[in-house]
């Protein structure tokens, strides 16, 4: 059986949000003392130890540590390339677009952050995948709609878009990437527990 | 690199090559996409490690390898038609000894189509977000296929179906089905990885095709 439902006393988020939000698992993560340098090695930050999402995916360490290398390179690693604002804007309208309210909370505000447009970043939260934001915005949500779509159409269009918004192609490759990686996330975060303010 | 033990069976991992992405993009040492994705070694590398831990892993017993491969090729086919819905295909044909139209492979490919919907939709656990919920199909496989599938096969394709095309629709209940369809917390865990990881890689080989598309007319198809 699942994990008791409530047990944390989460209360659902009501919609979209940039403010932070918890999240609990519906499958026992494995327990925090029994970690061992494996696990430890999969989270790659200690800190990510405290975290359940973290500490249930550690159940397959192998996976986990690869995944998380992956992550902390599409997102972190800013030697050339696009701006972190745009790769969490990426990352934010994949999630809006596929449902995961959690994930478009911790991005949106990172996005907000990095680029000190927390107004934009909300009308995206509040209007959807459609909402008119800039040029060089509109190009990148239109990209990631078009690759987060089943089956994918994303095509030479929307690369066409992205370099006449002024992305070069490592830029591009940054943002297909970044967009992508939220796929992998959202349905993790989607199907392996929910959300609570 | 098979995990299988005293198997003469060929190797789904000989398909590959040394980087699955490379490989089914046509991607060579030297060319114009090689040097972009160049400049993020380490996401290449841990993308392909990620890949290699789930259909080479040094310990399969949470899903063995037939069961990976099975859900890979559904959902690879769920994305359509390409080069890497061929090659979870052909890597299910070698990891089961069966062609084409024969007992495993046939089953996941009617599966797929019996699937095959226009994604993402679903119904929002957010209240205010009730409006912007979007009916679709709930893949239930026949008689027939479980019987082909297996039960833990079979509720593995239908929650593959779920996390592909409508993961908004993710309950708890859900897992339930699988728990009681015999998987356990961990192979839960890996089931799941496998399929999120899959939509993340379709999607990277899809857009860089169509980078490669565009560095091809910068370069008047040197690349």
Redesign the interface.
Known sequence: ??LD?GSAGLV?????TQDTLDWQP???PLAEDRLTEEHLDALVQRSRSKNPYFR??A??P??????T??D???FY?T???LPRADRELAATAASR?????YCASVHSAFASHHSKRREDVQRLLDE?VGAPLDPRWDALVGAVVA??????R???D???AL?AAGLD??E???A??A???F??????M???G?PGV | MSTQQGTTRPDPLALVGEDVVDTLLGITPGSALDAVRANRPEARAHAQGTFTALFAPADAAAMPLPERWAVAAFVAALHGPGPATDLYRRGLETVTGEGSDEGLVAAVRGAAADGAAPGPYGRYREPALAAESVPGPVLALAPEARAVLGARLAAALEHAHLLVLHPRDARREHLDALLSAGWDATGVVTLSQLVSFLTFQLRVVHGLAALAEHVDRRTGGAA
């Open positions: 059986m699942t439902p659902p988020p009501e919609r979209f519906w499958l026992e249930l995916l159940r397959d192998a996976v986990l540590r690869e995944r290398r992956t902390n390179d599409i690693n030697r050339r390339g677009l596929n449902g995961c309210v959807g690759l987060s779509a089943t089956p994918p994303f095509g030479t929307e690369v066409d370099v192609e490592l591009v490759l940054d297909i990437m967009g992508s990686f796929h992998w996330a959202n349905r993790l989607l199907s392996l929910e």
